[in-house]
């Protein structure tokens, strides 16, 4: 916030002394600083340029402090934000005091504890009591104590005896929450998935085009029956030749013109160009929601392969292996959990400087409004790709992130700091992303098959191709859409 403090033209209707020195975003959870400055006359904050302000003051407040439009910061608004953390204090507390009334605590080991989300049916934070720690997004912005922290403060009710000794009663309770399931549509759209699947792959293959067939020999078999199988092979979760019985059923079924031989199909996994043709297949699959989905988060994940890395190690004096593995880096719809667009990297690739294309790419097809992603992923060139794609970015910052930079930046910064319920709430979305990559993992296998790293890559496209379209068959049954892929895909 220092930004805006520092650039804070002095308005000819503010009081000069009611500016007051800015407090270091670290002392933000300093008692006493609180009460000293509680005190302190509330006014609107409004950014530059904007119409309405950023934080309402006091009603009581006279109307002429500031006026709207004004290139005029008002009164040191970090003080106000002071005096809602500390009420957010007892807040939490009291917070804490109901969830430890839920079921679904688990103790761990020593200090560390699993506390049940109250808003995702099957996700829970770690909470370190020791180190007065916790996994939550509330805590990984504020650093102060969050309701996980509290509830198994209450959780952990201990007892004193006449001997000094002390004995702990920690409620050990397990048990399961279940989410609401519409069962007939989930049951029709799991009984015909694999059929659904093979037809919209093959309304998907259908705008691949082959490429000409120059000199002699036999015509080879069109790229796109090429793609089908290769998809299909995944989809099977079988070896190629495995897989051959259920490539062969497809084509007479209509869905192919001719059945490659399982060695044409290993060959193409290792072609570099099926690498772009299979990315855009990804991209045109999560286009029919696009009217669904306008929050997206990014993040990556790994795939594991059965390729070691060998070298001699002279500290130990003996060979030494380690399995190699790839990186997904991927941009999901939270509301469908569809991946918009994916690109695989080794496993040095780094996340952050993925997004830009990430968002690039979905925004292709989708109208976003929100892109979430977790720290690593802070940076201007990515806060201003968001920007460009005209969504809000939900980024948390560092504690030594400073409020200079972009217009994007500020923007984000400000609404980090200063609506924080509503930058938590976007933020949460972001776990959505989490539950893609354990369902791609969990319908089609957390690791690759293929030995040679271009292979590796069009594999796990292939995955995310068959996650796509078996969302897209869930959709159809829940939501009622009807998919229809349309245009050329050049090879
Ligand atoms: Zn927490």
């Not at 608004?77 to 605590?105: H, I, M």
């Not at 990804?282 to 390729?307: H, K, N, Q, Y």
Request: charged share 25%; net charge neutral.
């Amino acid at each position: 916030m220092k930004n805006l403090i520092r650039r804070r033209t002095a308005h000819r209707r503010v009081r000069p002394d009611l500016v007051v020195p800015v407090l270091d975003p670290r002392q933000r959870c300093a008692e006493g600083s609180v009460a000293e400055r509680n005190d302190l006359v509330r006014k609107p904050l409004f950014l530059e340029g904007a119409d309405e302000p950023l934080l309402h003051g006091d009603a009581a407040m006279s109307p002429d402090c500031a006026e709207p439009g004004a290139d005029v910061v008002v009164v040191a608004p970090f003080e106000v934000l002071l005096a809602e953390l500390a009420a957010e204090t007892d807040l939490r507390q009291e917070r804490g005091r109901l969830l430890s009334q839920n079921k679904g605590f688990k103790h761990i080991a020593g200090v560390t504890w699993l506390v049940p989300s109250q808003t995702q049916p099957s996700g829970g934070y770690i909470v370190n009591t020791a180190e007065k720690t916790c996994s939550c997004p509330d805590y990984e912005l504020r650093r102060c104590k969050c309701k996980h922290a509290w509830a198994v403060e209450f959780v952990q009710t201990s007892e004193s005896h006449a001997d000094g000794s002390k004995t702990v009663t920690e409620s050990m309770t397990y048990s399961r929450t279940t989410h609401q399931q519409d069962w007939p549509a989930y049951n029709e759209a799991q009984v015909s998935e694999k059929e659904t699947v093979q037809t919209l792959l093959r309304g998907l293959c259908d705008g691949v085009e082959t490429p000409a067939h120059a000199g002699r020999g036999p015509k080879p078999i069109p790229l796109s029956d090429v793609v089908f199988a290769m998809a299909m092979k995944c989809y099977t979760l079988m070896s190629a030749r495995r897989a051959s019985t259920d490539i062969k059923n497809a084509a007479e079924t209509g869905n192919m013109t001719r059945a490659p031989h399982y060695n044409s199909i290993l060959a193409a996994f290792e072609k570099t160009e099926m690498t772009a043709i299979l990315t855009k297949l990804i991209e045109r699959s999560a286009a029919p929601l696009a009217g669904i989905d306008t929050s997206f988060a990014v993040d990556s994940t790994g795939f594991g392969t059965c390729v070691y890395r060998r070298w001699y190690d002279a500290k130990y004096g003996k060979e030494m292996k380690k399995a190699t593995w790839l990186k997904a880096h991927a941009i999901v719809g939270t509301t469908t959990n569809i991946i918009a667009s994916v690109k695989v990297t080794d496993s040095d690739g780094a996340d952050s400087p993925q997004l830009p294309g990430l968002v690039e790419a979905a925004k292709q097809n989708f109208e976003m409004g929100e892109v979430s992603a977790d720290k690593a992923y802070l940076g201007h060139d990515n806060l201003a790709a968001i920007d460009t794609a005209g969504a809000s970015a939900f980024i948390p910052f560092k504690l030594n992130s400073q409020a200079d930079g972009s217009p994007a930046w500020r923007k984000m910064h400000a609404v980090f700091m200063f609506k924080q319920e509503e930058f938590l709430a976007a933020y949460m979305k972001r776990n959505n992303v989490e539950s893609t990559f354990s369902s791609v993992k969990r319908k089609f296998g957390g690791s690759v098959r293929s030995k040679v790293f271009t292979a590796q890559v069009n594999e796990i496209l292939c995955k995310v191709l068959c996650y796509n379209l078996s969302m897209l068959v869930h959709a159809m049954h829940k939501l009622g859409i009807e998919p229809s892929f349309l245009g050329q895909v050049a090879a």
